[in-house]
């Protein structure tokens, strides 16, 4: 166990609909980073909050969405599915961004969109 | 960015060595990481290198040659459950630290 939170396991739902995505990073740990991983892509960067504030923006689409809240923990707001943004989904946080701080990772919610 | 390249599967045998490679192309290197992957799993951390030379953990060492832009993921005694994706993944100074994965070996481990 990573000690990274994140709900749902999994999420079915129709195109042009709007989910959300949780995470609650590990205790201490100040960066979330969210990863989409598809079967042909591998794992691309999203988006990666620090202390609240967004630090980097990757290959996220205008569709997409995130935030952290005071309480560290973030949401992944995807909205107008279409049926490639089917992919898992993972959060991962960290307790800095440089020097020897390794991502730690949840089990990651596998969207399925229909 | 960054260019990361690794070799898409490999099998080796229980019991024996298998080296997994990872050549990248970066303009500003601050670290290079291993992750393994269960198939439908989380990555989970296996080794980090920013110095050239190598790191030794256990079963796992990994290996790092700045100057080549290369690194190897090296696994002895496999065992069954070592069949996984192997990730490599690159930070650089670009950005805010962020690492760029790559798309992973699938390592299969036969009896």
């Known amino acids: 166990d990573s000690g990274v939170t994140q709900t749902p396991k999994h999420l079915i739902t129709a195109t042009g609909q709007r989910v959300t995505l949780r995470c609650s990073p590990r205790?201490?740990?100040?960066?979330v980073y969210w990863y989409q991983q598809s079967l042909d892509q591998g794992l691309q960067f999203l988006i990666h909050?620090?202390?609240?504030?967004?630090?980097a923006k990757g290959n996220i689409l205008e569709r997409f969405s995130a935030q952290q809240f005071p309480d560290l923990h973030s949401e992944l707001n995807l909205s107008s599915l279409e049926l490639g943004d089917s992919a898992l989904y993972f959060c991962?946080?960290?307790?800095?961004?440089?020097?020897?701080?390794?991502?730690?990772f949840g089990q990651g919610t596998r969207l399925t969109v229909v | 960015g960054q260019n990361i390249d690794q070799p898409t599967e490999m099998t080796a045998t229980e019991g024996a060595i298998v080296q997994i490679n990872c050549t990248y192309q970066?303009?500003?290197?601050?670290?290079l990481f291993w992750y393994q992957q269960h198939a439908g799993e989380a990555p989970t951390f296996l080794s980090y290198?920013?110095?050239?030379g190598l790191e030794e953990k256990g079963r796992f060492s990994s290996f790092l040659s700045r100057s080549k832009g290369y690194s190897y993921l090296l696994l002895k005694e496999l065992q069954m459950k070592d069949s996984a994706s192997y990730l490599c993944?690159?930070?650089?100074?670009?950005?805010?630290?962020?690492?760029?994965f790559g798309r992973g070996t699938s390592l299969i481990v036969h009896p």
């Open positions: 991962a946080s960290s307790v800095a961004t440089g020097g020897r701080t390794e991502a730690f």
């Open positions: 205790s201490g740990d100040l960066s």
């Open positions: 909050y620090y202390n609240g504030e967004e630090r």
């Open positions: 970066t303009s500003g290197f601050n670290g």
């Open positions: 290198n920013v110095l050239d």
């Open positions: 993944a690159v930070r650089d100074h670009g950005g805010s630290y962020i690492p760029t």
